[in-house]
């Protein structure tokens, strides 16, 4: 038994399942990471003082640059489906996944360098909300490697048997990395800047 | 049902992008008075997530049903982000200083 | 296993051809991704949550009615950490309290609504093969599943289950007896749970829009489907702010944090060590965020259900479609700006307090225009008293009960003597049990010959809607009573502690009885539930002459539910028209020449 739509735009909406499925979940997403930094706007405004300059701007800086080139790599792994590349497609997604790769091996440094000297959540409200952002931020960017691995793994075989439909799920993933990229683009001024 | 991809408007919006994060972390270094720091900060993560949205996720040609549903979640999102602050913000009589509990957790 | 075309024209041809090998056991009944399979896990594991938090309450009200005496038959069973001498102990009847109110509502009554009923009858009502994303559905069960095996485990574990109001108010909820367990599980069975809820909203909305079957547009479609998808939308947008506050809630516990938890905190007698500068009222705030919209997801589905029984029993078209459609989306809208109304105790000032009075007058607006739209279709009808019609016309005065005890809630200046009184309780109460549970028991006997293939028993029925209606009622009327005089809730004691509560309190032990003679009268419900199964009187596809396309599909439907494409030629409620052979004119009957 087959379910309408899966790949074919239904003609009234436009859309194919898949594509409003994943703007459904992202949209409780965007409620998710708001309520946090709603969090954030409660705690900062009641604190006496909120530190600055426990954060390397820097490195935060370097990684957004990461983040926003992977954004780049993984519009450009759709793109090339479409132009019927699979050979470039495979490299742009490769690339992507060891970009966000390194921008946790970039987190990983900087939370053992908070931890190292003994500061964690518990230290103070502003670490607490930091980790948290940043942590569940993490959470979602080693979520989309797993899915990136698996289209990079076993998951392509779909595009012998079905090439429109591995296509489309290649874009449900790019649209899901790109709002991980659009968090961080908020993340960053407002823990780092700020 | 996308338009072909339109590879060259990727990588400028990349370009821009980049851009923009060099002109946030440069305002950083002009330490602003905080209520314009935050108006700067947020007007240039906004300018950048909307391209990001509008471009890479081609919300600037999607369906009704996406557009709908994404406003509602924003309408929703600033009402998460402005009332439980205003609620806090707006209470009876005199709230009691931070200054005195100050001195039990010796901060 | 992805053909390349997925037409629904393809869907029905290749229906014959596209056998698959007989699933095992395991596939067809256990880790089924069939949405009817699905529905009734839903719906049979959610019954059983509401008996078990309804048994909590019984025991609950033992010692409301009588305060330090043992309990009978089961005190002796409960421990020395429960009930020594089978005497119920503070701390385990504020484990029963907060748990009792999980289970019913994030157990019980939700999954049962919307779990249960809308994954069955939603793609049935629309002319669905199946929802847009079976196995997202089987996963979205077996994460409620395990969260609530998570949560009944928090009953065994070191200091017992979680004891802070199905609320978890901090300060409260954070400082724990060294090794009190039961909040932490508390907080991971809600993500589960959670995560189940966001799984099932985004499929029902990706459903409705894109598997309705050809000539069904959105004015055709009956109001339960209108109502499931506006619930929808309230749990994919309200539940991830709670979900945030969990994760807080636990790190305040586990890791030491401040999310909640105030500057100089003294905790028998000890300043406790924590970095302090944080906010109670943000837990408040963030818990109310979901809460709130989360009793429209409790009374929308119940609301969608009474329509459908309604217009068939009462051979007529339900009174202002288009009204009830309207109100139930901006329902839906206005839901999500009502929070605070739960915390006009909190030292909110006049200007927010004003906001939320404000929107909270105006959401009472489209429930009223439901619930008159509801009765106004009565007029004139030729009513037709069928057990699931007997339940559905009671939830109307009964909900209107609810609805109107709300109002001195919303107002703040009556709110500042009612909150946290037995009033609320008989308010929210009122909505909820002969409210919304009433719209599920209608459900349940009106589509039971659809899942089954049989009709469940009358004489049963009449005596579980009689017996119920009237203990139910002698249950929670005279909470309005307790709680005008001051009594308030949360009370182990059951108010024996305060002067102002004596001239009330002999109503205890009427409620309490009350309960016991509620929970009696489930009985000839449970047995008739199983034995119609085997035994109930055999039914073809449409016994109750009813007009939705559910009717059209095999009792019960198999894989893909229809034998033919499904297609609407006209509205959903399209009884006793002029001129047409019969009382109903279903909607997939085409016009005949």
Redesign the interface.
Known sequence: ??????????PD???A?G???I???L?????????????Y???R????EWPHGELN?WLG?VN??IL??S??T???A??SL??HNFGKHRLYLLVTWLLAAIFLVNKYFEYSDHFGKGE??????FL??YF?LTG?HGIHILGGMVVMGYFLGPGAKLWK??P??FTNRIEYT??YW??V??VW??L???LY?? | ??S??N?KK??M??AA??VF?AI??AA?QLHFA?PL??TV??V??IT??SM??SV??HLSDE????YG??L???V??IV??SV??FT??DTIGTPIH??AT?EHTG? | M???????K??YE??HE?EHAELGFWRKYVFSVDHKVIGIQYAVTGLLFLLFGFTLMMIMRWQMAFNGKPIPLIGGLLGMDKAPGGIMLPEFYNQLGAMHGTIMVFMGVVPLAVGGFGNFVLPLQIG???????KINMMSYWSYFLGGVIMLSSFFVTGGAAMSGWTSYAPLSIVTQPGQLGQTIWLLGMIFLITSS?LG???F??TT???RAKGLSWMRLPFFVWAQFVTSFLL??????L???G??QL?DRL?????FMPSGLVVSGKVLA??G???PL?WQ??FW?LAHPEVYVLILPAMGIVSEVIANNTRKPLWGYKALVYSVVFLGFMSFIVWAHHMFMTGMGTTMSAFFQTTTMIISIPSVVILTALLLSLWGASIRFTTPMLFALAFLPMFGIGGLTGLPLGLAPSDIHLHDTYYVIGHFHYVVAPGTIFALFAGIYYWFPKATGRKMNDTLGWVHFWGSFITINLVFFPMFIEGLAGMNRRMYDGGTLYQHNAAVLHWNVVQGYASWALGLFQIPFIINFFSSIKWGKAVDKNPWEATTLEWAAPSPPG??NFLTEPIVYRGPYEYSVPGAPRDFSPQFEPEKA
């Open positions: 038994m087959n379910i309408p739509y899966t790949v074919e735009e239904r909406t436009g859309l399942n594509k409003l499925g703007w459904l979940f949209a409780s997403e965007v409620m998710l990471f708001g309520a946090l930094f709603s969090t706007i409660i705690l405004t009641g604190a006496e701007i800086a957004t640059v926003i080139s954004s780049v993984m519009v450009m759709w793109a479409k132009m964690g959540p518990w230290h103070s409200t607490a909300i948290t569940l048997t079905n429109d439909q790019g649209l790109h709002f990229d659009l683009i908020f960053f001024p407002v800047l700020l | 049902m996308h072909a991809p590879i990727y990588l919006i990349g992008l980049l994060t946030t972390v950083n905080v720091a935050i900060a947020l240039i993560a950048k997530g990001v949205a890479f996720m369906r009704k049903w996406i549903s994404l509602l979640t924003v929703f999102f998460l982000m439980p602050i806090v913000m931070h200054a100050a901060r | 992805d053909h390349p075309t997925t037409h629904p393809d869907v290749h229906a596209h669905a093969p199946d929802m847009a994303f079976p966001l909203s985004l499929n909305i990706v829009v894109q598997l994919l947008l309200a539940f991830p702010p979900e945030a506050a994760v807080l790190m890791a030491g944090t401040s999310f924590n970095s500068q944080g906010n943000l705030h963030l965020f894989h893909g």
